[in-house]
């Protein structure tokens, strides 16, 4: 099984700052298969990217994703107040297809 | 509107069984694959099954297997999740997500969970 660990476990930051999210697979994985989701308390959670870099669709241009073989990053600039939620990266290259452990995103 | 909505959800006592369902709408329900995934109270999010289009390929995870059965009737629109020997870790809230495919007439880009329902609770007491 891929494990994904995902770094920091919470942050806490300020409207207008640059929020960096990682996430670590146990084993290498084609980057087309990393994704990362967005999930608002009490909401179902909302992909933002796939294929680790593209945004999916309507998602705002402050989102972007990087990284290949077992490092990924998730970076939100100009952080929001609406971006307060815990963050997720998921693969979908070998079943089952795990999850990361989530990172909380606090807006001071 | 591309919509899932669960249903099925309540109150089973251990060891007891329960089908879940997920009704689709507004999109071609026999093109995409679907997905099975769960999140505890407080914890984070569990990826449970996976069942493709023609219910050729499934997956599950090992905390599923032996316990779960993922299907779908396509002619329905619908998938389904049949849950036996129903244990209190297995209280949570339940969603159903399309997988979807991203490609054009020269890459293929990559799959994910594009589309999720706002799932159904179980749990699981006596």
């Known amino acids: 099984e891929v494990v994904l660990t995902q770094s920091p476990g919470a942050l806490s930051l300020s409207p207008g700052q640059r929020a960096t999210l990682s996430c670590r697979a146990s084993?290498?994985?084609?980057?087309?298969?990393v994704a990362w989701f967005r999930q608002r308390p009490g909401q179902a959670p909302r992909l933002l990217m796939y294929?680790?870099?593209r945004r999916a669709t309507g998602v705002s241009d402050r989102f972007s994703g990087s990284g290949s073989g077992t490092d990924f990053t998730l970076t939100i600039s100009r952080l929001e107040p609406e971006d307060a939620a815990v963050f997720y990266c998921?693969?979908?290259?070998?079943?089952?297809?795990?999850f990361g452990p989530g990172t909380k995103v606090h807006i001071k | 509107d591309v919509q899932l909505v669960e249903s099925g959800g309540a109150l089973v006592q251990p060891g007891g069984s329960l089908r879940l369902a997920c009704a689709a709408s507004?999109?071609?329900?026999?093109?995409?694959?679907l997905n099975w995934v769960r999140q505890a109270p407080g914890k984070g999010l569990e990826w449970l099954s996976y069942?493709?289009?023609?219910?050729?390929?499934?997956y599950y995870t090992d905390s599923a297997k032996g316990r779960f059965t993922i299907s779908r009737d396509n002619a329905k629109n619908s998938l389904y999740l049949q849950m036996n020997s129903l244990r209190d870790d297995d209280t949570a809230l339940y969603f159903c997500?399309?997988?979807?495919?991203?490609?054009?007439?020269?890459?293929?880009?990559?799959?994910?969970?594009?589309?999720w329902g706002q799932g159904t609770m179980i749990i699981v007491s006596s």
């Open positions: 998921q693969q979908y290259n070998y079943s089952p297809f795990t």
């Open positions: 084993e290498r994985i084609n980057s087309g298969y």
């Open positions: 294929g680790a870099s």
């Open positions: 507004g999109f071609n329900f026999s093109d995409y694959g």
């Open positions: 069942i493709s289009s023609s219910s050729s390929s499934i």
């Open positions: 997500a399309r997988l979807q495919h991203y490609y054009d007439s020269d890459s293929y880009y990559g799959e994910a969970l594009d589309v």
